[in-house]
């Protein structure tokens, strides 16, 4: 269905906005920059959440911190700050009025 598929299109697009900011904030909060550029903004089940490319083990040292290192948690951080979900909700009215006009250019 076209307007399934545009949806899902526009989640993907906000996603992939949010991928660098993400990807900065890592890096800014001390984490190695080749563990920081394997993360990802995705989408599961209509959500935004964070995805990760490499070594899990890694990523949950880093998050969650081990006996010896304090965690360093970035993902949640990220995720629930006041300023990304303001601009989660601007990117994704804006990728919502580009839905509207497909679905209007669809139906009429």
Known sequence: MPEIRAANDALDRVA?????SLQKSAVDGGWPEGIATQLK???????LVP???GDHKALEDL????????????MNNFFNNY????????????QMREFTRFMRKLFS
């Open 63 to 74: 998050e969650y911190g081990t006996q010896d290192e304090p965690p360093k948690p970035v």
């Open 41 to 47: 903004v995705g989408r599961d089940e209509g959500r």
């Open 83 to 94: 300023g990304v979900q303001q601009r989660i909700r601007h990117e994704t009215k804006s």
């Open 16 to 20: 992939s906005v949010l991928t660098p």
């Open 51 to 53: 995805k990760f490319e």
